[in-house]
């Protein structure tokens, strides 16, 4: 389990290579948008998909031949992006 903000979400891993028959891999994600991000070594990728249990946030880290990715309910993403700026905004007033 990944951890943030006290917050448990269970690591999520796709497999590009899928070979099992279409009626034995789960239903796939539609994407609705997405943006990919490089900061210094890693490559984060945001993307909000949908799928039969509803829409969803998924945001993926790749560095040094690991990824770990996080997933965020659609209906938690204002609770999600809030808890983040206050963290930002926090570490303004703080001295380094």
């Known amino acids: 389990m990944l951890s943030?903000?006290?917050v448990k979400f269970r690591q999520i891993f796709s497999?590009?290579?899928d070979r099992r028959p279409a009626t034995l891999r789960p239903d796939?994600?539609?994407?609705?948008?997405a943006k990919?991000?490089?900061?210094?070594?890693?490559?984060f990728y945001v993307e909000?998909?949908?799928?039969?249990r509803g829409r969803f946030l998924r945001i993926?880290?790749?560095a040094h031949g690991r990824r770990n990715t996080i997933i965020v309910?659609?209906?938690g993403t204002n609770e999600f992006t809030a808890?983040?700026?206050d963290v930002l905004g926090a570490t303004e007033h703080a001295p380094a």
Request: hydrophobic share 30%.
């Open 60 to 62: 993926t880290e790749e």
């Open 73 to 75: 309910p659609s209906t």
């Open 28 to 33: 796939m994600d539609h994407i609705i948008e």
């Open 83 to 85: 808890a983040i700026e």
């Open 36 to 43: 990919e991000v490089q900061i210094e070594r890693k490559h």
């Open 48 to 52: 909000f998909r949908e799928n039969d």
């Open 4 to 6: 943030i903000w006290g």
């Open 15 to 17: 497999f590009p290579n």
